[in-house]
């Protein structure tokens, strides 16, 4: 994927709350151009391999568990910038430490359901966005 690539996940608790508009609204509204998208459900097996860089930590049972637990949406986002400048969007990890405005600010309940998923490097993006989506699917 180009370097103005970002890949996201809208997570299982902001589905389930009913967020999906209102984050794609922040996203657009932000400057990122949508290149690739669809709801789907990571199972089990999906989210173990897409967090296996954390499988030491202890919340890695928890953290599968969560994101394989109900539908989530998918993106590759587009703009200059766009992994550092949607880590600043989406906020801190934990949402009691996200600057006001941010999208885990307004969203998330807590470390563990923190609504969002933002890549944090070019190389992370590419592989995380083939992980989801072939590339016909990529506009
Ligand atoms: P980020 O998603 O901001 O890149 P990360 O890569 O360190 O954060 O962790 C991946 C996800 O794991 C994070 O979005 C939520 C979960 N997580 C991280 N730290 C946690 C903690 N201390 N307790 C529970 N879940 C945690
Ligand atoms: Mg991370």
């Known amino acids: 994927m180009a370097e103005n690539r970002t890949f996201t996940m809208i997570k299982p ?4 709350k009913g967020h999906i508009g209102a984050i794609l609204e922040q996203i657009t ?8 998208m669809k709801l ?28 394989s637990r109900g539908p989530i949406v998918a993106a590759i986002l587009e703009k200059e910038n766009a992994v550092e400048d949607f880590r600043t969007l989406i906020g801190a990890t934990n949402p009691e430490d996200a600057a006001e405005g941010t999208i885990r600010k ?6 563990g359901e923190n609504a ?7 190389e992370n993006a590419q592989i995380e966005g083939a992980f989801h989506f072939a590339g016909r699917e990529m506009f």
């Not at 509204?29 to 690739?36: K, P, T």
């Not at 089990?44 to 296996?52: N, T």
Request: glycine residues 6%.
């Open 13 to 16: 608790d902001a589905v389930e």
């Open 29 to 36: 509204a932000s400057g990122f151009r949508i290149v690739a």
């Open 40 to 67: 789907t459900q990571m199972t089990r097996r999906d989210a173990e391999k897409f967090y296996e860089v954390h499988s030491e930590r202890p919340f890695y049972g928890e953290l599968v568990e969560f994101m």
């Open 106 to 111: 307004k969203y998330a309940a807590s470390v």
């Open 116 to 122: 969002v998923h933002g890549s944090d490097s070019d």
